[in-house]
């Protein structure tokens, strides 16, 4: 590149001759033809190329340089480089040197010429200050002139080779630079009509130019992007699912610790991930981690509450937003855990420990939560159309939830809040409902509470029936296990002692529709032979089609209700253990000494 193209005719050559000279003392580098075309070579091809590589084009204004009356003279040239100057927008600078001609007169070489402001070197002026003013105006934002130069330059080779090979496109630094300088020419066309010598503004060579490098270093980041990415695409994917699979693999561990820790696993980003659309989720994951459904596992006896430091967890496993429809939790610990939005539909926590846990919005449609300890728990929202049988709800939030068609008997529900719960269908028979806050209860009618425990209960004003009913007895709550297994001994042997002798033999067998559930793994259809001899239950035998058998011996028999056919002590495999058994044929047996249950139905 050169500062500057200057471009006369012939007759001007000594006027030339001296401002070439001084440029050149002062640092300026100067195109002229008779000192920059090599002999030999194309001469219109080099004075093109002489235009495109300066920063400005200086035209000496003459009576010879723009006397168009001959195509053939000095004039001729002089158009042709004037008009491929203005074709490439660049800066142009005319410069009048000698008098004798109309400067008006028509016959300018080009219309740019009378565009722009002329500088005097004629005999009344100093060359000097006139010099000084040709050089300020030469280095007027010389670093935007200089882009311009040098994107002419790019752009006309990128065009001379077809605009097909993109090893001329610019990428990265200059690319960045050439879009700032398309920004700030863009302005200038705006700029250019308050200004003596106007800036030169971007071609639409120029401009296509630099689209199309933003296109192909778009593409070349794609490319790089790709190279990087595929085999996180193909690699990652791939190891990810095998640790899910590992996890899934260590649920069924007898180490509760790792049991735990794979749970912790699948289920760490569910509550973050809750609203995000499922076909986004694998994306979610890599962000919150995973969200893998618990659905049908086995998370029998596992603890899910805070360890103690020796154990390595000091928090609670976040349960919250997971599946657990058709999981086994049978004696798990679940206290003090946040349940929210889980579900648990069809699930079986018989035994399991939810005392304290928060339930909010929970779906439990189904759940067997027979045996649970959800004392304190906060199941506000939450649909629970579930068996509750024995379960220990003493505490509980139930505030506004669906328990319709929900199985509550013999469930402890003291001082629990029902208000404003939906009880369609509900059943309470046996159930402790002391102080229970059943006031705005929905759907509930006096035969769900007729056969409950009503002592100090907020019922709704429309149930004519006696909230302190059975204040005079003693809460069974307030019972320990032992307490009253003892209680109903000493009644049952009053009972036979009053009692004639009688010799009754009866057996009751059948194979129930789900098999025979107990916290201890069995396979198999299951047969239960109940005998009763001489006024006593003597003794109930279940026996798994693989042989394998738990010895029960019931040793007590009190009756029960048209719910509960009866209940009483019994010893199961030689433990001390009370049962109820019920009129749907099932029965149930709480071993006192790890407080695990065995139901059958």
């Not at 809460?475 to 209680?487: A, G, V």
Request: hydrophobic letters at 35%; one cysteine or more; proline letters at 3%.
């Amino acid at each position: 590149m050169s500062d500057l193209f200057i471009s006369y005719a012939r007759d001007d050559n000594d006027f030339v001759q001296k401002l070439h000279a001084v440029f050149e003392a002062g640092g300026q580098d100067a195109w002229l033809d008779c000192f920059d075309i090599p002999k030999g070579e194309k001469f219109w091809d080099e004075i093109t190329q002489g235009i495109d590589g300066a920063n400005a084009f200086v035209f000496i204004i003459s009576p010879s340089s723009v006397d168009k009356a001959s195509w053939l003279g000095n004039g001729a040239y002089c158009r042709r480089e004037i008009e491929h100057a203005a074709r490439g927008n660049k800066r142009i600078i005319p410069i009048v040197y000698q008098e004798g001609f109309n400067l008006n007169q028509e016959i300018l070489a080009h219309q740019v010429l009378g565009e722009r402001n002329w500088i005097f070197f004629t005999p009344q002026y100093d060359f000097e200050t006139q010099f000084q003013e040709l050089l300020r105006t030469l280095k007027t934002d010389i670093a935007y002139v200089k882009k311009h130069t040098e994107l002419t330059l790019a752009a006309e080779i990128w065009d001379k080779r077809g605009r097909k090979d993109r090893s001329t496109l610019w990428h990265g630094k200059r690319l960045v630079e050439a879009e700032k300088w398309l920004r700030r020419g863009e302005a200038k066309s705006l700029e250019n009509t308050k200004l003596k010598y106007p800036d030169p503004t971007p071609t639409s060579l120029q401009k296509i130019f630099i689209i199309e490098s933003q296109k192909y270093a778009k593409f070349r980041r794609i490319v790089m992007a790709s190279l990087v990415l595929i085999p996180l695409f193909v690699i990652e994917p791939y190891q990810r699912e095998q640790a899910v699979k590992q996890d899934f693999d260590r649920l069924s561990s007898t180490n509760q610790i790792d049991k735990r820790q794979a749970v912790v696993n699948l289920v760490k980003g569910c509550w973050e991930l809750r609203e995000w659309r499922k076909e986004l989720l694998p994306i979610g994951e890599r962000i919150h981690g995973n969200c893998r459904s618990l659905s049908n596992s086995n998370l029998d006896n596992i603890n899910f509450s805070g360890i103690s430091p020796g154990g390595g967890y000091t928090e609670g496993v976040d349960l919250r937003n997971v599946e657990l429809d058709g999981s086994t939790l049978r004696n798990a610990i679940l206290s003090g855990i946040e349940f929210n939005h889980a579900s648990f539909y069809g699930a079986n926590l018989q035994g399991a420990n939810l005392s304290r846990s928060i339930l909010n919005n929970s779906f439990l449609n189904g759940a067997n939560l027979s045996g649970s300890d959800l004392s304190s728990a906060n199941l506000r929202d939450s649909k629970l159309s579930a068996i509750f049988a024995d379960a220990n709800l003493s505490w509980a939030n139930l505030k506004n939830s669906n328990l319709a068609m929900a199985r509550l008997n013999n469930a402890s529900l003291y001082y629990a809040d029902l208000s404003d719960t939906n009880l369609y269908g509900t059943t309470f028979d046996g159930a402790d409902l002391s102080n229970t806050n059943m006031n705005n209860a929905k759907e509930l009618t006096l035969e769900q509470v007729k056969l409950a425990k009503l002592c100090k209960t907020k019922l709704p004003p429309d149930l004519k029936i006696n909230p302190d009913r059975d204040c005079s007895v003693k809460p069974s709550s307030q019972f320990s296990l032992r307490q009253s297994i003892e209680s109903s001994s000493k009644q049952e042997e009053e009972s036979t002692d009053s009692s004639p002798s009688r010799s009754v033999y009866a057996t009751d067998s059948f194979t129930p529709r789900n098999n025979c559930q107990s916290s201890v793994q069995k396979k198999g259809r299951c047969r239960i032979t109940r005998t009763y001899k001489d006024g006593k239950w003597s003794g109930v035998t279940i026996s798994w089609s693989d042989d394998v058998e738990t010895n029960i011996v019931i040793e007590t028999v009190n009756a029960g209700n048209r719910i509960t056919s009866t209940h009483g002590k019994a010893r199961v495999d030689g433990k001390l253990a009370e049962y109820s058994t019920f009129s749907d044929g099932g029965i149930c047996f709480r071993v006192l000494e790890d407080n695990s249950t065995l139901c059958y139905r």
